[in-house]
């Protein structure tokens, strides 16, 4: 009976790993390949020549290749830390206002949240750049009318890549409020009747009960919040082109620009390499640190 039920389980989970295996593990094999050795992007792959770690040591060496790498990767860190800083408190407080059963249009008001991550990225980016817009912008004519002058979301090193996690943000926030709002429900009421009964106010009930208790689904949502930040790419190609003086020149798109445009394939992998090593050392760390909290 075990050895049919495991032969059952096996045939349908066949189709599922061999697409995995074919569109993710093989691709993920390929590119930690290809990331020793020196290929173009414009030649077959019998002609890549093994460089060993040559490529890394380039991508983080003193020369123009090694700046714009480090560039890019320090760009990436600052975009993913702003935006998850952004959108994890902005989930909660968005997550209580609908769970919170005397506010009225809590239905409403999540259909609204959640529809903003339904809207494609490349709608958004193209709406987007024309809200930053300099002159005609709306978000400059309302600052005009408060009596403050118009501000270079895009045009300034300073502030285009703050723009763009302001962007991506307010198309995030919604699909973590709804993880948010799944998590409150599972915190028993009985706790919440318990500690007004022990005379807690709202806030001491909040940071006693809700966000101990929020947080696995916040470790959650700080993990899909890394992973999607890390992926940018769409704002950055369709906006600023990873200007103005690389101030938003992110992995993703410094990635693509080396190893499709300049052709250099090894180079390109070996970064690609790094970003998946740097994604897996700050996952593998955050859950370290909330374990060691529970443990505590």
């Known amino acids: 009976m075990a050895k049919a039920f495991r032969a059952s389980a096996g045939i349908m989970l066949a189709p599922a790993v061999t697409l995995i295996g074919v569109f993710v593990l093989l691709p993920m094999l390929l590119t930690i390949w290809l990331s020793f050795q020196d290929w173009s992007t414009q030649t077959p792959f019998s002609e890549a020549s093994f460089i060993g770690l040559g490529n890394f040591h380039e991508i983080f060496g003193p020369t123009s290749v090694g700046r714009d790498f480090k560039t890019a990767l320090l760009n990436t860190t600052i975009y993913t830390a702003l935006s998850v800083v952004l959108i994890l408190p902005l989930s909660v407080v968005f997550g209580l206002l609908v769970y919170q059963r005397e506010v ?37 004519q309302l600052l005009g ?59 001491e009930q909040f940071r006693f009960i ?44 410094h990635i693509r620009r080396v190893g499709i445009e300049r052709a250099q394939g090894g180079l390109g992998s070996a970064m690609a390499v790094m970003l998946m090593l740097s994604l897996i050392v700050c996952v593998s760390a955050l859950f370290s640190l909330v374990n060691r909290k529970d443990s505590e």
């Open 145 to 203: 009318l408060i009596g403050i002058g118009p501000q270079p979301w895009l045009s300034s090193p300073r502030s285009a890549l703050v723009s763009i996690v302001l962007l991506n943000v307010w198309q995030q926030v919604g699909y973590f409020a709804v993880l948010a709002i799944a998590g409150l429900t599972q915190i028993p009421g009985s706790l919440y009747e318990a500690a007004t009964l022990d005379g807690a106010n709202g806030r």
């Open 210 to 253: 809700t966000l101990p208790l929020l947080r696995r689904t916040l470790l959650f949502s700080a993990v899909i919040a890394i992973i999607n930040a890390v992926q940018v790419f769409e704002p950055v190609a369709l906006i600023t082109q990873g200007g103005p003086v690389g101030s938003t020149n992110v992995l993703t798109y």
């Open 104 to 140: 009225a249009g809590g239905t409403a008001l999540r259909t609204v949240l959640f529809s903003t991550y339904m809207v494609p990225m490349i709608a958004v980016a193209l709406v987007w750049s024309k809200l930053y817009a300099p002159s005609e912008g709306p978000l400059n």
